[in-house]
């Protein structure tokens, strides 16, 4: 993790089973697009405990290599005299002579993964975000600039590619078969003292709700793995050497590692970089349900011993859901083959596959199990239609269906949702991602331009609903 305060931290998958009989233009299409050629090692670890380890030394030596520095730097650009002390005569004849100055400031001092052999490397966007310049050093101290493919800030990944051939590369598992107890090792370069390995367990898997990723998509690995500002980007390796996860961030009242230490799963990590090395973008898949946890008192009533699995609270009309045959009441318990523990990690399942997949989904509907199958949507199409600035630096849009998913937004619940507040927004303090403007100055708000015409110059009072909660603020229009 850089030494700066750390930013509140899915993809989307790169291909999908090619139709038969395409032509050969689309041939010739995709083979041009951009592909990351990885290795990838999907046999679980070994939990038989048979032998007495006494060195994990071997399976750590490929992925050691394979574990990069990365710094970044920022160009501060300003304006100076040209003159020897700014003498007052020479600018009385030459004028004020002044010219542009460059400074190269250290922003960030991060870790990174090389995950092929032509160079492409994983990292965190926050250890890169917003830098000018970046340089990756590589485990034999070798210096290469590194160019940025893409960044991805709603799961904190990152991909940047350095020049050449036949890099050390990473082997990457298979993430969703990690069981709390395995073994792991965060592989990086902790507060600039070179790369260090730190040895652990997986603490707990799937965790949501942190807050690290400002509406973001969030399902980590949690280890206690020693993780400690500069680590941010590096590699968390299981027992046989292969990377499980990015290490990302931790929970301290320090600073300092107390074994809290949070890693995002190598497979949607990767899934976002396939998408982001194809196409530039990444495309987020959407259902359109309204979705709530299951637990343990609810269980009983729709037929269920356990409580995991997403309660489906409402369909949205026309959407792929209601297409599929999804009803309200349903519970869902898996997804594309995978059990679904609760509605954040159905979440990250659905925004994780590419727009136009097809997903099984198994629910449990009047205590019976029944199957039907989706066609996933465009997440992003729908929450971008009608976005505009209504204050500053805060864009809005109406609530729509697409939106009161994302969000969470509770049905009855009408105005204006903030979408995006710009980093430097006055109003970006109060009015975050995910807030609706119900009313301005007393007055239902409709729309964007009848939310414009509220607004006076001076104090206004703003009715606002944040997280399912209502409550008045004043916000300032100069």
């Given at each position: 993790m850089p030494s700066r305060p750390f930013l509140r931290l899915v993809g989307a998958l790169l291909a999908l089973a090619p139709s038969v009989g395409c032509s050969a233009e689309k041939v010739e299409r995709e083979a041009a697009t951009p592909?990351?050629?990885v290795r990838v090692d999907r046999e679980p670890v070994d939990r038989s405990n048979q032998p007495v380890i006494t060195s994990y030394a071997d399976a750590l030596e490929q992925v050691r290599h394979s574990v990069v520095s990365?710094?970044?730097?920022?160009i501060v650009r300003s304006r100076g005299s040209v003159f020897p002390f700014d003498d007052p005569l020479l600018r009385r004849f030459f004028g004020p002579g002044f010219e542009q100055r460059e400074e190269k400031i250290p922003y960030g001092l991060g870790s990174g993964v090389i995950v092929s052999a032509d160079g492409y490397v994983l990292t965190n966007n926050h250890v890169i975000e917003e830098a000018d310049e970046i340089k990756v050093t590589l485990a034999d101290g070798r210096e290469i600039d590194a160019s940025i493919v893409g960044t991805d800030p709603r799961t904190d990944v990152a991909v940047l590619k350095v020049s050449g051939s036949d890099f050390p590369h990473a082997t990457l598992a298979d993430s969703d078969t990690l069981r709390v107890g395995d073994i792991v090792f965060a592989v990086g370069n902790p507060l600039g003292v070179g790369q260090?390995?730190?040895?652990?367990i997986v603490s707990a898997t799937g965790r949501s709700n942190l807050g690290i990723i400002e509406r973001g998509y969030e399902s980590f690995i949690q280890t206690d793995a020693s993780i400690n500002p500069g680590n941010s980007?590096?590699?968390?390796?299981?027992?046989?050497?292969r990377v499980v996860g990015i290490n990302t961030?931790?929970?301290?009242?320090?600073?300092?590692?107390?074994?809290?230490?949070?890693?995002?799963?190598?497979?949607?990590?990767?899934?976002?970089?396939?998408?982001?090395?194809?196409?530039?973008?990444?495309?987020?898949?959407?259902?359109?349900v309204q979705m709530q946890d299951l637990d343990a008192e609810l269980a009983p009533r729709f037929g269920l011993s356990e409580a995991r699995g997403a309660i489906v609270a409402d369909v949205i009309p026309d959407s792929p859901a209601e297409r599929a045959g999804l009803r309200q009441d349903d519970v869902i318990v898996a997804f594309d083959g995978r059990p679904v523990a609760n509605s954040t990690e159905l979440r990250v399942m659905i925004a994780q596959l590419m727009p136009g997949s097809r997903a099984v989904i198994r629910v449990m509907r009047d205590g019976e199990p029944v199957e039907v199958t989706a066609e996933l949507g465009t997440l992003e199409d729908e929450t971008a239609r009608g976005a505009q600035e209504l204050?500053?630096?805060?864009?809005v849009a109406p609530v729509t269906p697409a939106l009161r998913d994302e969000y969470g937004i509770p049905r009855g619940v009408g105005g204006l949702v903030v979408v995006d507040t710009a980093p430097r927004s006055e109003y970006g303090?109060?009015?975050?991602?995910?807030?609706?403007?119900?009313?301005?100055?007393?007055e239902v708000v409709g729309d964007l331009r009848r939310a414009r015409q509220l607004l006076g110059r001076g104090k206004n009072l703003v009715l606002i609903?944040?997280?399912?909660?209502?409550?008045?603020?004043?916000?300032?229009?100069?």
């Open positions: 592909k990351v050629e990365v710094a970044s730097t920022r260090t390995t730190t040895m652990g980007g590096g590699a968390l390796v299981d027992a046989k050497g961030a931790i929970i301290s009242t320090s600073r300092g590692s107390i074994g809290i230490g949070f890693a995002i799963p190598i497979n949607l990590a990767s899934s976002v970089m396939h998408s982001l090395v194809a196409t530039g973008t990444v495309a987020r898949g959407y259902l359109g204050f500053p630096g805060v864009t303090a109060v009015l975050v991602p995910g807030t609706v403007v119900v009313k301005i100055n007393n609903n944040q997280r399912g909660t209502f409550r008045y603020i004043q916000v300032t229009v100069d």
